[in-house]
C-alpha cells in the first residue's frame, strides 16, 4: 500500500458530508408513494471535514492504473464542532475518472453517497455534485445529493440537500 499526497486526503475527504438543518417544508406523511414539493422534506446541511487518513492499494501496474483504489477516513464538522466520520472507497475505472463509495457516519444515522467523477491525474477534483443513494436511523428515507464546494490541504466545506 502506499500513501497519497496530502491533497489526496483532503479531495477525498471533501466528498464527506453531513450535519442537520430544520426542514424547508414536511409532510410526515412517509408511506405516501408520490409527493409534491410542498409535501416533501429537504434538509440542507451545512459541513466541513478534516481527513484522517488516505491510502492507495496499487493493482500493480506501475503509475494510476485501473482497479487501483484509494480508502479515504475522514473527522466532520459543523459550525467548527466534531459531527461525526466519513469513509469510501474509490476506484479507479478510466485512466481519469473515479467511481467513490462513501458512507457518513452521523449522529442520528449514516448517509451513503457515490459518484463518477473524471479530472486530470494528480489534480484535486473541485465543484461537483455526489448522489445521496440511502441510509439507516433517521436518514433511512434518504435521497438528494451533495455539492463539494472548495477542497484545500486544510479541509473542504460541502452542501448536503437531503429529501427524506
Known amino acids: 500500500m502506499l500513501s497519497l499526497p496530502k491533497w489526496g486526503v483532503v479531495a477525498a475527504a471533501a ?22 414539493a410542498a409535501q416533501t422534506r429537504v434538509q440542507v446541511i451545512s459541513l466541513t471535514s478534516t481527513g484522517t487518513g488516505t491510502t492507495m492499494v496499487d493493482n500493480g501496474t506501475p503509475g494510476p492504473g485501473l482497479g487501483d483504489q484509494i480508502i479515504i477516513t475522514a473527522d466532520l464538522f459543523r459550525n467548527g464542532r466534531s459531527y461525526g466520520t466519513e469513509a469510501a472507497v474509490c476506484t479507479r475505472v478510466a485512466p481519469a475518472t473515479t467511481h467513490c463509495t462513501g458512507t457518513f457516519s452521523l449522529p442520528l444515522g449514516q ?49 448536503l440537500y437531503l429529501v427524506r
Open 111 to 159: 448517509v451513503t453517497w457515490q459518484h463518477l467523477k473524471t479530472t486530470p491525474v494528480g489534480t484535486p477534483p473541485s465543484d461537483f455534485d455526489v448522489a445521496v443513494t440511502g441510509g439507516t436511523g433517521v436518514y433511512r428515507t434518504a435521497r438528494g445529493h451533495a455539492h463539494i464546494g472548495r477542497i484545500a490541504e486544510e479541509g473542504g466545506s460541502f452542501t
Open 15 to 36: 466528498l464527506s458530508v453531513a450535519a442537520l438543518v430544520s426542514p424547508v417544508s414536511a409532510s410526515d406523511n412517509p408511506s405516501a408513494p408520490y409527493r409534491t
